[in-house]
């Protein structure tokens, strides 16, 4: 079985603190990515990357950057939290290959005060 | 833009009937659909993928079918359960290369009642 794990399920933090959430994966996806989902905007994709110190910018990118050193590993940086920035985090990979299945991560709800 | 719409946004059934759900989409160059199960306040969870070559994929209680000519996709439920209890979404992945290929729909939340 595939399996996306995220560093934390709950974070509180503080405005203008660097918030640094990490997601693995165990199954050598080229692919990750990185959503945040708020009620009533549904999924939203932060960035994407497709190889090893490759990336994207997906729809929402301002305030956020990000790092994948290691294949298995994606991490997503709030430079400087903001309130603005509360929101279920998801992390997500996704195989290379015919299927192109996207798996995702528990999430991570990240509070801002 | 990919538009992809959800309908009903909440349904609600009791226990043991069969149910079905919609997903409808606007551009028809799909490389594939895929349905996926978000339990409150997690991640979500992969149900039934199908290619675009495809007309339905089943996977124990679940079918789902594609109709990629019409732009629809259902999720067919049967005996439902109190643990279907759920929010239900689809997502479509454009014949296309780059980030932004694949777009989700707004979801349907399902409750079951015992």
């Known amino acids: 079985d595939v399996k996306v794990t995220q560093s934390s399920r709950y974070l509180v933090k503080r405005t203008g603190e660097k918030v640094f959430l990490e997601c693995v994966q165990d199954m050598d996806h080229e692919n990750m990515f990185w959503y945040r989902q708020d009620p009533g905007l549904g999924l939203r994709l932060i960035y994407f990357s497709y190889d090893v110190k490759m990336k994207e910018k997906g729809d929402i990118p301002e305030g956020y950057s990000v790092s994948r050193e290691k294949k298995e590993r994606f991490s997503l940086i709030l430079e400087s939290a903001s309130t603005n920035q509360t929101s279920m985090y998801l992390c997500a990979s996704r195989v290379r290959d015919y299927s192109y299945e996207q798996y995702f991560g528990p999430g991570t709800r990240l509070t801002v005060t | 833009k990919q538009e992809v719409t959800q309908i009903p946004a909440a349904l609600s059934v009791p226990e043991g009937e069969n149910l079905v759900l919609n997903c409808s989409f606007t551009?028809?160059?799909?490389?594939?659909l895929q349905w996926f199960r978000q339990d409150p306040g997690k991640g979500l969870t992969s149900l039934l993928l199908?290619?675009?070559?495809?007309r339905e994929q089943t996977s124990g209680r679940l079918n789902a079918s594609l109709d990629k000519s019409s732009g629809r996709s259902t999720l067919y439920i049967a005996a439902s359960q109190p643990g279907d209890s759920a929010t239900y979404l689809c997502a479509v992945l454009l014949d296309r290369t780059g980030a932004n290929n694949l777009f989700f729909g707004t979801g349907t939340r399902l409750t079951v009642i015992p």
């Open positions: 551009d028809s160059a799909i490389y594939n």
């Open positions: 199908i290619q675009s070559s495809q």
